[in-house]
């Protein structure tokens, strides 16, 4: 999973053992060098769809991480991009491959900025955040777009019930529960929580209008339907 570039066991331990933000902080070095970064194959085929959906003017990365999502941004924006991570680490990484980006080291869940955005994008995040937080993570960027502005993030189908890829997630989602309830500060990284039907009605509570456009580009499973979809939320 991991390149010999990329953390090692006890480093994960510690990254593991600490805060979110502080978990990143320490595993921000080296990052991009996990299975945890944004494939590109979906970072491209996200650019693809938007690059439709444009023209963009300036564009903002929630929770940025080390950038992946700014080169996104920065293919279909006109003008200045932004990323907004809650990891000094992880900013100070992203900064130095994106040093044409405006950072800054705020939280999603309390965002800084109101009706500035054309277009705001997501990659990987929505984990830590408690299905309860995802309301009003949805208002914070409903609030920093401008009228029209578009909040796009990719999701990728479930796995099905019993599969290897399931069974995997059953237990990393169990793996974590049980930290938590063990030590403190928590970890929060759930993603079987995110489920498409709960997100898009969320959305829509924000205020959003809600389409998918289906990824091509990474292919359909065996029953015809898209392996992963781009949510387009409309303000």
């Not at 999973?1 to 990254?15: C, K, N, S």
């Not at 914070?140 to 990728?156: D, I």
């Not at 829509?204 to 939320?233: H, Q």
Request: glycine residues 10%.
């Amino acid at each position: 999973m991991f390149t010999p570039q990329g953390p090692t066991v006890r480093e994960l331990a510690a990254q593991a053992l600490s805060s979110v933000e502080h978990g990143y902080d320490l595993l921000a070095p080296k990052f991009d060098h996990t299975p945890f970064r944004t494939p590109g194959a979906i970072l491209d085929a996200v650019a693809a769809v938007l690059d439709g959906l444009g023209p963009f003017d300036r564009g903002l990365d929630l929770c940025c991480g080390t950038g992946a999502g700014l080169d996104v941004l920065a293919a279909v924006c006109r003008k200045n991009v932004t990323g907004i991570d809650i990891s000094a680490g992880m900013l100070d990484v992203a900064a130095r491959a994106h040093p044409e980006a405006t950072l800054l080291r705020a939280d999603a869940r309390a965002l800084p900025l109101r009706a500035a955005f054309d277009l705001a994008v997501s990659f990987g995040a929505f984990g830590h955040f408690l299905p309860r937080e995802r309301p009003n993570l949805f208002a914070q960027a409903h609030a920093a777009l401008r009228p029209g502005g578009r909040f796009a993030f990719p999701v990728v189908a479930p796995a099905r019930p019993g599969s290897p890829g399931h069974l995997a997630l059953l237990g990393f989602d169990a793996a974590m529960r049980v930290r938590n309830a063990l030590w403190r500060p928590p970890f929060v990284m759930y993603y079987r929580g995110f489920r498409l039907g709960n997100v898009r009605r969320d959305l829509v509570a924000a205020g959003f209008g809600v389409e998918l456009y289906a990824l091509e580009e990474l292919g359909r499973r065996p029953d015809g339907s898209p392996r992963a979809r781009l949510v387009v939320a409309t303000k």
